[in-house]
C-alpha cells in the first residue's frame, strides 16, 4: 500500500505543474482573445458593442446599481422628426393642390362657406404616401343636405431634385366615385401637373401648372357645382417661416377653360400655419377661403375658411 501511495504521490508532483501551467496559458489566450475582440468593437467616441456583465442574485437582495441603470448601450431608435422631414419643412403644404415635398403624413381639412345663401361643410381627409397623394372628402355637406356621392382623389408623385433647394414634381392623377352608386366614365377625373418650389432658410416659392378633363368639384367651397369640360390648371404658394412655431403663408389656384363661355375658378388662401412643437411633425393651420366660378372670373365671390391639422413622420 505504501507503494501505491508514494506512486501516486509521484504522478501528482509531475502533473500538478503541467496542468497549472496549461491553465495559465488558457486564461492567458481567453483574456488577450477578450481584449483584442474589445479593442475591435469600441472606439474612442463610445460607439460599438461593449460586453455587459449578468450576474445572478436572489431576487430578496438588492441589485447592483449597474445592473440596475446599466451599462449596456441603449437601442438605437429612429429619430423624429427626422433630418429628411427637416429639409421639407420650407416646402410649405398646399390647401388646393397636392404637397409638392414628398413626405409621409395625415392631414384633415374641415372647410365651410357661404355659397349662394347656403352653407356648405367638407371634412377632408388626405393622406400623403410619399411617392402618392390621397384623397377624400369624408363629409360634404351643400346646404345642409349630405352629398349622395363619395369620390376619391390618387395623384402619383415624381419628384426631380433640381438643387439643394429646388424641387419640380411631375403628378398625373385620377379622381374616381369610390361608394356603392354606379360608376361612369363621365364621373371620372384625369389631370397632369407639375409643381416646381424652391425653399430654404424659412422662406418657399411654388408654382403649379397642367391640365384637367372630366367630373369635379368648382373649388373647395363650391363642391355643389362640379364641372367637366377641359381646362388649363395654375397656382402659387409664398411662405414666410417668421420663427419656428409660426408660418406666414399665401395661395392661389385656380382654372382656365378651353371652352368658349365654360366657367373658369379661383381660390384664394390667405392663412397662418402653426407648429406647436416647433418642428415640422404637428401642423395647425387656419387660413381664409375667397373663391370664384364664372365665365372670365366677374362672377360672385364666395367666403370661408379652413382648418387644418396635420401630423408628418417622414
Known amino acids: 500500500m505504501a507503494r501505491v501511495f508514494r506512486g ?34 469600441q472606439t474612442e467616441d463610445g460607439w460599438g458593442i461593449v460586453e455587459h456583465e449578468l450576474r445572478v442574485v436572489p431576487v430578496e437582495e438588492e441589485q447592483p446599481a ?26 410649405a403644404s398646399a390647401y388646393s393642390f397636392p404637397e409638392l415635398h414628398p413626405s409621409v403624413a395625415v392631414r384633415n381639412f374641415d372647410i365651410v362657406g357661404d355659397a349662394g345663401g347656403a352653407t356648405n361643410f367638407v371634412s377632408r381627409l388626405e393622406l400623403e ?59 371620372t377625373n384625369v389631370r397632369a401637373q407639375a409643381i416646381w418650389g424652391v425653399a430654404g432658410g424659412g422662406l418657399g416659392l411654388q408654382l403649379r401648372a397642367g391640365v384637367t378633363e372630366g367630373s369635379r368639384p368648382a373649388g373647395l367651397i363650391e363642391v355643389g357645382e362640379r364641372l367637366d369640360h377641359t381646362a388649363a390648371l395654375y397656382g402659387a404658394l409664398a411662405s414666410w417661416r417668421v420663427i419656428d412655431p409660426l408660418q406666414l403663408r399665401v395661395e392661389a389656384s385656380g382654372e382656365i377653360a378651353t371652352e368658349s363661355g365654360a366657367p373658369d375658378t379661383l381660390t384664394l388662401l390667405p392663412g397662418v400655419v402653426f407648429f406647436p412643437w416647433g418642428d415640422p411633425r404637428l401642423h395647425l ?25 396635420g401630423i408628418f413622420f417622414l
Open 66 to 91: 449597474e445592473a440596475l441603470s446599466g451599462d449596456l448601450p441603449p437601442l438605437p431608435q429612429p429619430e423624429w422628426p427626422n433630418d429628411e422631414l427637416y429639409e421639407g419643412w420650407d416646402y
Open 129 to 187: 404616401l410619399y411617392l402618392l397623394h390621397f384623397g377624400v372628402n369624408a363629409i360634404e355637406s351643400v346646404g345642409g343636405n349630405r352629398a349622395e356621392r363619395v369620390f376619391a382623389d390618387v395623384d402619383v408623385r415624381i419628384p426631380i431634385s433640381l438643387g439643394r433647394n429646388m424641387l419640380l414634381a411631375i403628378l398625373p392623377g385620377v379622381s374616381f366615385p369610390i361608394d356603392e352608386g354606379p360608376k361612369a366614365s363621365s364621373q
Open 8 to 41: 501516486v504521490a509521484f504522478l501528482a508532483a509531475m502533473l500538478l505543474p503541467a496542468l497549472a501551467a496549461a491553465q495559465t496559458r488558457a486564461e492567458a489566450e481567453r483574456e488577450g482573445t477578450r481584449a483584442a475582440r474589445g479593442a475591435a468593437i
Open 285 to 309: 393651420g387656419l387660413s381664409g377661403v375667397i373663391e370664384t366660378v364664372s365665365a372670365g372670373l366677374d362672377g360672385r365671390y364666395t367666403y370661408g375658411g379652413l382648418l387644418e391639422l
